[in-house]
């Protein structure tokens, strides 16, 4: 009875002992995935005043000011913000400052054009380039470019009704004149 007895108890711890080890096993892993994942993934390599690298196709000085949009046809937010983006290319402008608004793709360019029509997105310039190479990070990123290639503004990630208001004002007036 003694042997039943003792063999029941390690049973039982056994069990115990290996039910504990899942637990802090997975304890252990959905802290790193969530708390780790919940950070902000958005470390931006853009900096305001920065010059944006050359990006093919695209023709800086044809326009006062330009607004490119870092895109990627997979990404939920981006996807999300195609409403935001389509009513971008019609809102009025001012004749002596306008904008260009131009998207970017890491995707091959057939591709991504394809996208933009299955999109309904309006725009004629569009580019596929490795975003390593512009310090984009994340998409959808929003970037702000003077007529120099100089980084202006940036937004990056899905964007607030705040954030969303700061780019329509920041394309559709003038920057105020600086007192000499």
Known sequence: MDQAKTQRYMTIATNIAVLLASIVIIYTCAWSYFVKRS???????????Q?????????????TQYLLIAMNPNCSYCNEGMPFYRELTRLPQPP????????????????????IKQQQFDINTVAAVDFRSI???ATPSIILIDS????????IGQLSEDAKQQVIKAITMP??????
Do not use: C
Request: charged content about 15%.
């Open 51 to 63: 010059v944006l690298a050359p990006l093919p196709s695209y023709d800086y000085g044809s326009a």
């Open 96 to 115: 002596d400052h306008p904008t260009r608004i131009m998207a970017s793709f890491q995707i091959p360019l057939e591709e991504a054009n394809q996208y």
């Open 39 to 49: 950070k902000s993934q958005l470390t931006p390599g853009l900096h305001k005043g």
């Open 135 to 137: 310090n984009v990070s």
């Open 175 to 180: 920057p105020a004149k600086s007192i000499s």
């Open 148 to 155: 120099n290639g100089k980084i202006m503004d940036f937004w």
